[in-house]
Nanobody, 124 residues
């Protein structure tokens, strides 16, 4: 089993920045890639970004490219989501996910483990 714990969410003004963290524990050696998703009220959970274990391959949604960067620190078993130039439409609960499948997925079905989520609210 793998446990994921997100942190770093909060309230920020439009144009501001936040860095989310996701700490993994348990059978972390089995993780191939980790990703971030978000879910706004009344909307489907959507893909934000993902990164492979090596950190050499990343993939992000077109809606956040240029504003959001995913990175990882394997020594800490932690993945980060740096979010800049935040907009009110970025308001959502952000979820961390991990997959043991050997591919980089942008679909929820590709992930095996999920965190509880952290709220990000961007005020206008």
């Amino acid at each position: 089993q793998v446990q994921l714990v997100e942190s770093g969410g909060g309230l920020v003004q439009a144009g501001g920045s936040l860095r989310l963290s996701c700490a993994a524990s348990g059978r972390t050696f089995s993780i191939y890639a980790m990703g971030w998703f978000r879910q706004a009220p009344g909307k489907e959970r959507e893909f934000v970004a993902a990164i492979t274990r090596s950190g050499l391959t990343t993939y992000s949604a077109d809606s956040v490219k240029g504003r959001i960067t995913i990175s990882r620190d394997n020594a800490k078993n932690t993945v980060y989501l740096q979010m800049n130039s935040l907009k009110p439409e970025d308001t959502a609960v952000y979820y961390c996910a991990a997959t043991i499948k050997t591919s980089l997925y942008s679909s929820r079905i590709g992930y095996d483990y999920w965190g509880q989520g952290t709220q990000v609210t961007v005020s206008s």
